[in-house]
């Protein structure tokens, strides 16, 4: 069964920073990029941006650069971001498209989300 | 940066038709997708490439464009399809995924 599972929510105070993890299986994690997203509280979904896996290369919305930090350990199938940010939002990971052709644009699994909460 | 225009709300009665659309510039030459939110969950994708569903997703829901629009259909509308539904393209230009603002569907 194709699934992510990203780590449970979190608590930080203001001006830190938090790392959420997202493991995937059920498939090569390898294969397919992977993609963050965020949702404020009744909001809509706001995309962040992209690791490839395999070689470990980025994008990111022009939003986040800065203050945004994906990265991967193949080891364990697991992508992290790593971010500072005040706002208290929920990241979602999903699956992309495959990292070799044919490409597609859309994102077809999700995890379940991880709440960060900033709190002094 | 690109942006994609979804009304805010939809509201059906139950057995009807609801019609979500989702507008952009050039859409035409874009493929759209779609994810339903439902309360308190994370999203899951059921039209992709503008027309296609993922296994599992149900005939009632389908997708269509023409022009600079698309819309999603959802054929007799039950109580479970209550649900935040968001289109999504990628931006070639930019190399930047984009959703709309999303639609909150209220089944009367």
């Known amino acids: 069964q194709v699934q992510l599972v990203q780590s449970g929510a979190e608590v930080k105070k203001p001006g830190a920073s938090v790392k959420v993890s997202c493991r995937a299986s059920?498939?090569?994690?390898?294969?397919?990029?992977v993609h963050w997203v965020r949702q404020a509280p009744g909001q809509g979904l706001e995309w962040m941006g992209w690791?490839?896996?395999?070689?470990g290369v980025t994008k990111y919305a022009e939003k986040f650069q800065g203050t945004v930090t994906v990265t991967r350990d193949t080891s364990i199938s697991t992508a992290y971001m790593e971010l500072r940010s005040d706002d208290t939002v929920v990241y979602y990971c999903?699956?992309?498209?495959?990292?070799?052709?044919?490409?597609?644009?859309?994102?077809?699994?999700w995890g379940k989300g991880t709440t960060v909460t900033v709190s002094s | 940066s690109y942006v994609l225009t979804q009304p805010p709300s939809v509201s059906v009665a139950p057995g009807q038709t609801a019609r979500i659309t989702c507008g952009g510039n050039?859409?035409?030459?874009?493929?759209v997708h779609w994810y339903q939110q439902k309360p308190g969950q994370g999203p899951v994708l059921v039209v992709y490439?503008?027309?296609d569903r993922p296994s599992g997703i149900p005939e009632r829901l389908s997708g269509s464009k023409s022009g600079n629009t698309a819309t999603l259909t959802i054929s007799r509308v039950e109580a479970g399809d209550e649900a935040d539904y968001y289109c999504?393209?990628?931006?070639?230009?930019?190399?930047?995924?984009?959703f709309g603002i999303g639609t909150k569907v209220t089944v009367l």
């Open positions: 999903m699956r992309g498209s495959p990292v070799v052709p044919p490409y597609y644009y859309y994102m077809d699994v």
């Open positions: 059920g498939y090569t994690f390898t294969d397919y990029y």
């Open positions: 690791i490839n896996p395999q070689t």
């Open positions: 050039n859409l035409g030459s874009k493929s």
């Open positions: 490439d503008d027309r």
């Open positions: 999504q393209v990628w931006d070639s230009s930019s190399d930047h995924y984009v």
